[in-house]
C-alpha cells in the first residue's frame, strides 16, 4: 500500500501542475478559440487525468473528466465551438478535479461531494452548443466579450463556480431544471475514446517529455547553494595563499577559480524560476474578476519567461494578485462607461515582466479611469494626513501616493473583490521587505500604470561593507541613498551656529531630542551606529566619520559609521530566530576571509534609536528648510590642474571608470555602461587653452606652463582608480554625456554672487571661491560648440 | 541508539536511558540530549552581536551556516569563576537551527538511566535553574540534565518594536 501512496502523491503533484495549466489554457484558448495546438494540450491534461484516475480507482474523477473529455473531443473535432458556456462549464470541472484531488491528498479518498451534476451538465453543454453551432458569432474576434455569467439563465450551477484560486470544497448546485440525475458516470471507457489508445497506467508524456528536466528538493538545492559558497571562500584563501614561486600548483588554483565561478553562477541558477509560477494563475483570476464585476477585460501577458529567485516568486504573488484585483474592479469601466467615453468596451490590462538594470520589473498597465486624484485629496484630508491647505498645494503624484497609506481606500463601497484585505500599503511593505520599490502613475481616463521593480534574488545582494568600533557591517545598498564625509567644519556648523538655525534646531532637539544633520539645506536625524549598537559606549570627539543616508520608505536619515569599506556582492544567510527578533540585523554573511558580517536592518536601526522621521520631501520636512537658497557648485580639478566649478543642479552623478574599459568611437571618447555608450569630455578641452594663462595666477595648486598632452597623460596614469567623470543630468534624469576630471574637490555654496562679465565660451562667469576666482564651466555650451580635435560638432 | 520497528511499549521512554553528552561549565558538570548534538568543534572565531543576549558570545561560521554560540557561563549564571582560555563548542540543533553551546570542557557521552533521574527540586545552588529538566548523580558528582530548547529561549531578547510583520516577513524569504 505504501508504493501505492507513492504513486498516488505522484499523481497528485503533477495533476496540480497539469490543472494550472488547464486552467491557462482554457483562458488562451477564449482569445484564440480554434487554436488546435490549445486544445490538444487541453484535451491531453484532462485524458491523463481520466487515464490515472482510472488506474487508482478515483470513479467520481474518472466520471467527471470523461464528460468534460467528451466535450473537449467535439471541441477538438470542430462539432461544437466554443462559446462562454463551454468554457464556464470547462472552468468549473477544472475546480471539481481540484476538489477532489484535495480530498483525496487529505483523506485519501474521493470526499462525499456529489459532482453528477457537473456530468450531466457538460454532456448537455456539448449537445447545446452543437444544436446552436450555426448561431455562434464569428471566431475571428481575437477579444473575446465575457458576458457575466449570471445572464446566462439556462445554466444556474455555473452561477455557482467558485472564489478565483479555488481550493473550494462548495459542493456544485443541481440544477433545477434537469428532469432526472444521471446515473454515476461509469468507469473510463476507451472505447468510448477512439482516437486515442487505451489508458495506460503509465506516466503520461507531457511538456516534460520535451524538457527533460528532475523534481530536486529545494531543501537539497539550498545546501548545494551554500556548499558553493563554501567552495567560493576555500578558493579565495588558496588564492591568498599560494604564491608565485609555485607557478604549476598558480596553474591549478586559476582552473579552481575559474571552475569554482561556473560552478556558483550555475547554483544560483538552480534558484532561479521563471516568474511565469505566479502568472500562470493571473488569466483566471482576471477572467472571473471580469465576469463578476460585470466588465470586459482583455488581459495581455508578456515577460512570463523573466527569472527570479524562488523565494521572491511566493512573495509577490499576493501583492501583484492585489494590483491586478484593483486594475479590474477600481480601474477599468464597466463596458457602457468605456463606449460612452469613446473606448472600445473591452479594457486593455497588461501585465509585464522585464529585466531593467540588475532588477526585474513588473509592470500592471490598464486603460481604465484612473485613480480619482481629487476624491484622494480629500479622503487624505479627511483622514489627518494632511490640511486642507496642504492638500490644494500638493502636486497630483504627490497626492498618489496617499494610497499607499494604511487603511487608506478611496473605494465608495466595499466590493466582493477590493475594498479589503491586504491594501495598498500592504503591498508596498512587502515589496519593499523584499527591497523593491512601488512606482505609481495615473491619468485620468487614460488608466493606472504600477510599476514594482524587484531585485533579481534575495540570496545575494549589493551592500555596503561599513565599520563601527572595529566591527564590520553590512548595509543593504537598496537603502543607500548617498555618503557624506562627516567633518568637523560641517558638524560645527550645525553646533556652533545655534542663531543660523536657532528656531529649527532648537525646534527639533527639544521636541525629539535628536542631533540632526544638515544636508543641503534639508536637516536630517543622525544615528550613530556605535552607541546604537552599544549605549554604554563614550564618544571621546567626534572628528570623523562618515554619515551614510539611509532611506526607508519616503523617510531619510543619517547614520554615522567610523568608515565606509567596499560595495559587495553578499550571500545573505539566515540568522537564528532570537537574534531575528533583536529587529537590529536583516541577516549575515560570509565575508571572503571567512569571517561573518552582520546585515543592519536600517528600519530596526531607525527604530531603535527613535529618531523622528521625516519624509524626504513632504510639506513637514520644508518647514525645517531654511528658506535662501544658494546656488551650489562642484569644484572639480581638471587633468591638467585647474580648479573649475560645475553647477550642481547639472551633475547627475559621480563615476569612476577604470581605465581599460575606456574607447575610442568617432573620434570621441567613449564608455560602454548598463548597455549604453556615454561621451566622456575632457573638462580640458572644454574650457580651452585660452584661460591657461589665467589659471596660473590663480591656481596654487598646480603652476604649469601650458597644457603638454604628454604631461596630462602621465599625469592621469598615475591616478590609480582610473577615469574620474562627471555624468551630466538633463531635465528628463541622467545624460550620455560624461565630463572627465582629474578629481572631485568638493561641493561648495558660495557666498558671493556669480560674475557673469568674467565669461568666455564655456565659461558662464567667474565666481569666488574660499577666496580664490574660480571658472564655473557652462556645460551646456562647451558641449556643444567643443568638440575633441575641433572637428563640427553636430548637436548633442 | 538502538533501532526498533515497532513502536516501544508506553513505559519503555520511562525507563530507557537517556543517551547524554556531558560537559563541564565553572567547575560544574551537565548534560544535553547526545541526539541533537550535530560536532563538537575547538574554540572558534566569532563575530559578536551587538545587543544581543549577553549570553550570545558571537556568530560563528560553520560550513557557510551562521550558528550563534551561547556562552553556557553567562546563560547558567555561573560567571564568577574564571572562563577558560578556548572553550569548547558543542554544535547542536533546536527547532530546526543551529546553535553553538560554549563550554569550558567536553567530558563524555554517556546513558544516563531514566529512573536515576531525579527533580532538580532537590539541589540548592547559585546558578539559574530554568533550563535544567533533572539531576542525576554520577559516580563523579552531580549531572545536570539541561532542555536546549529552554537554553535557547532563554537568551531571547526582544526589542519590543512595532516592525514586527516586516521581521517575519525577512524570517520567511530567508526560509
Request: negative net charge.
Amino acid at each position: 500500500m505504501g508504493e501505492n501512496q507513492e504513486f498516488v502523491r505522484e499523481f497528485l503533484v503533477e495533476a496540480a501542475e497539469n490543472l494550472d495549466q488547464l486552467d491557462r489554457d482554457l483562458v488562451a484558448l477564449e482569445e484564440n478559440p480554434r487554436d488546435p495546438k490549445r486544445l490538444a494540450s487541453i484535451f491531453r491534461t484532462v485524458h491523463t487525468i481520466k487515464g490515472t484516475s482510472g488506474f487508482f480507482g478515483f470513479s467520481k474523477l474518472g466520471a467527471i473528466t470523461h464528460s468534460g473529455e467528451h466535450l473537449l473531443g467535439q471541441l477538438r473535432d470542430g462539432t461544437i465551438e466554443l462559446n462562454d458556456r463551454v468554457t464556464g462549464a470547462l472552468l468549473t470541472l477544472v475546480d471539481a478535479v481540484r476538489t477532489i484531488l484535495d480530498a483525496i491528498e487529505q483523506t485519501g479518498s474521493e470526499g462525499d461531494a456529489d459532482f453528477r451534476d457537473l456530468s450531466q451538465t457538460l454532456v448537455r453543454v456539448a449537445q447545446d452548443a452543437a444544436a446552436h453551432r450555426p448561431l455562434q458569432r464569428s471566431t475571428s474576434d481575437i477579444v473575446v466579450t465575457r458576458l457575466p455569467l449570471a445572464q446566462l439563465p439556462t445554466e444556474p450551477a455555473l452561477k455557482q463556480e467558485p472564489e478565483p484560486v479555488a481550493d473550494s470544497t462548495t459542493p456544485f448546485a443541481t440544477p433545477p431544471t434537469t428532469s432526472e440525475p444521471l446515473p454515476p458516470a461509469p468507469a473510463p471507457q476507451p472505447s468510448l475514446t477512439p482516437k486515442l489508445p487505451a489508458v495506460q497506467p503509465t506516466i503520461p508524456v507531457s511538456k516534460a517529455a520535451a524538457e527533460p528536466s528532475i523534481r530536486v528538493d529545494v531543501s537539497l538545492l539550498g545546501s548545494i547553494v551554500d556548499l558553493v559558497g563554501e567552495l567560493v571562500l576555500a578558493r579565495n584563501q588558496l588564492q591568498a595563499t599560494v604564491g608565485a614561486d609555485t607557478p604549476e600548483l598558480l596553474k591549478v588554483v586559476q582552473r579552481i577559480h575559474s571552475v569554482t565561478g561556473a560552478l556558483q553562477n550555475a547554483a544560483m541558477k538552480t534558484r532561479m524560476q521563471p516568474i511565469d509560477h505566479v502568472f500562470s494563475k493571473f488569466p483566471r483570476i482576471v477572467r472571473n474578476l471580469a465576469v463578476t464585476c460585470g466588465k470586459e477585460v482583455h488581459l495581455q501577458i508578456d515577460g512570463a519567461d523573466t527569472e527570479l529567485d524562488r523565494s521572491l516568486i511566493e512573495t509577490i504573488r499576493d501583492p501583484l494578485a492585489h494590483l491586478l484585483r484593483n486594475a479590474v474592479d477600481h480601474g477599468i469601466e464597466t463596458p457602457a462607461a468605456r463606449l460612452a467615453k469613446g473606448k472600445p468596451a473591452a479594457g486593455r490590462l497588461s501585465l509585464r515582466a522585464f529585466h531593467e538594470s540588475g532588477q526585474v520589473t513588473v509592470e500592471i498597465k490598464d486603460d481604465g479611469g484612473g485613480i480619482p486624484v481629487e476624491a484622494v485629496r480629500k479622503k487624505a484630508v479627511a483622514r489627518g494626513l494632511v490640511t486642507a491647505e496642504e492638500a490644494l498645494a500638493l502636486p497630483d503624484d504627490r497626492v498618489l501616493q496617499f494610497i499607499f497609506e494604511p487603511g487608506f481606500s478611496t473605494a465608495a463601497q466595499v466590493t466582493d473583490v477590493s475594498g479589503r484585505g491586504v491594501g495598498m500599503d500592504v503591498v508596498k511593505t512587502n515589496i519593499e521587505s523584499i527591497g523593491g520599490t512601488v512606482d505609481l502613475a495615473s491619468q485620468a481616463d487614460v488608466g493606472t500604470t504600477v510599476r514594482v521593480r524587484i531585485p533579481l534574488t534575495l540570496a545575494i545582494i549589493p551592500a555596503l561593507i561599513v565599520s563601527s568600533q572595529q566591527q564590520r557591517f553590512a548595509i543593504p545598498q537598496a537603502y543607500v541613498r548617498e555618503l557624506i564625509a562627516l567633518r568637523s567644519d560641517r558638524l560645527q556648523l550645525a553646533h556652533s551656529q545655534p542663531e543660523a538655525a536657532a528656531a529649527q534646531l532648537n525646534h527639533v532637539e527639544g521636541l525629539e531630542g535628536a542631533p540632526m544633520l544638515r544636508v543641503r539645506g534639508r536637516l536630517l536625524p543622525l544615528v550613530f551606529l556605535d552607541t546604537t549598537l552599544d549605549p554604554t559606549f563614550q564618544r571621546a570627539t567626534l572628528s570623523s566619520g562618515t554619515v551614510i543616508i539611509l532611506r526607508i520608505d519616503d523617510y531619510e536619515f543619517g547614520l554615522v559609521v567610523d568608515t565606509v569599506g567596499f560595495n559587495a556582492d553578499i550571500v545573505v544567510k539566515p540568522i537564528a530566530a532570537v537574534l531575528v527578533s533583536l529587529g537590529l540585523y536583516a541577516g549575515a554573511t560570509v565575508m571572503g576571509d571567512g569571517a561573518v558580517v552582520l546585515i543592519l536592518d536600517p528600519r530596526g536601526i531607525a527604530q531603535m534609536a527613535k529618531i523622528p522621521l521625516r519624509p524626504h520631501d513632504s510639506q513637514s520636512d520644508q518647514g525645517l528648510v531654511p528658506v535662501v537658497s544658494q546656488p551650489r557648485y562642484l569644484l572639480c580639478e581638471t587633468i591638467s590642474g585647474r580648479r573649475v566649478a560645475v553647477p550642481l543642479e547639472e551633475v547627475a552623478r559621480l563615476e569612476t571608470f577604470p581605465r581599460a574599459d575606456l574607447e575610442q568611437a568617432a573620434g570621441r571618447t567613449v564608455i560602454h555602461r548598463a548597455g549604453r555608450l556615454m561621451a566622456l569630455a575632457d573638462a580640458d578641452d572644454l574650457l580651452g587653452t585660452h584661460h591657461a594663462q589665467q589659471q596660473i595666477t590663480n591656481d596654487s595648486l598646480m603652476p604649469m606652463s601650458g597644457v603638454e598632452r604628454s604631461d596630462r597623460q602621465a599625469r592621469a596614469s598615475t591616478e590609480p582608480h582610473g577615469v574620474t567623470a562627471v555624468i551630466l543630468s538633463t531635465a528628463s534624469g541622467e545624460s550620455d554625456i560624461g565630463l572627465q576630471v582629474q578629481r572631485i574637490l568638493e561641493v561648495v555654496e558660495p557666498q558671493t554672487p556669480l560674475n557673469c562679465s568674467l565669461r568666455a565660451v564655456g565659461v558662464l562667469g567667474t565666481i569666488a571661491i574660499a577666496g580664490r576666482a574660480t571658472e564655473v564651466l557652462d556645460v551646456r555650451t562647451a558641449l556643444v560648440s567643443r568638440a575633441p580635435d575641433h572637428t563640427p560638432q553636430v548637436s548633442l | 541508539m538502538s533501532v526498533s520497528h515497532s513502536p516501544p511499549p508506553a513505559d519503555w521512554a520511562a525507563s530507557a536511558p537517556r543517551r547524554s553528552c556531558t560537559f563541564l561549565v565553572a567547575g560544574r558538570c551537565f548534560a544535553v540530549d547526545a541526539a541533537s548534538v550535530i560536532e563538537v568543534l575547538r574554540s572558534q572565531a566569532m563575530t559578536p552581536v551587538p545587543r544581543a543576549h549577553r549570553a550570545i558570545r558571537g556568530l560563528l561560521n560553520l560550513r557557510g551556516r551562521i550558528v550563534p554560540a551561547i556562552d553556557m557561563r553567562y546563560r547558567l549564571g555561573l560567571t564568577d569563576m574564571p572562563a577558560v582560555k578556548s572553550p569548547t563548542n558543542i554544535v547542536l540543533v533546536s527547532g530546526g537551527e543551529l546553535f553553538s553551546l560554549l563550554v569550558d570542557e567536553l567530558i563524555d557521552v554517556t546513558d544516563i538511566p531514566a529512573i536515576a533521574i531525579e527533580q532538580p527540586t532537590a539541589v540548592s545552588e547559585h546558578f539559574s535553574r530554568d533550563a535544567i529538566e533533572g539531576v542525576f548523580a554520577g559516580p563523579n558528582g552531580l549531572v545536570h540534565l539541561l532542555n536546549i530548547e529552554a537554553i535557547v529561549s532563554g537568551v531571547m531578547v526582544s526589542t519590543a518594536n512595532d516592525s514586527d510583520r516586516l521581521e517575519t516577513h525577512m524570517e520567511k524569504i530567508l526560509r
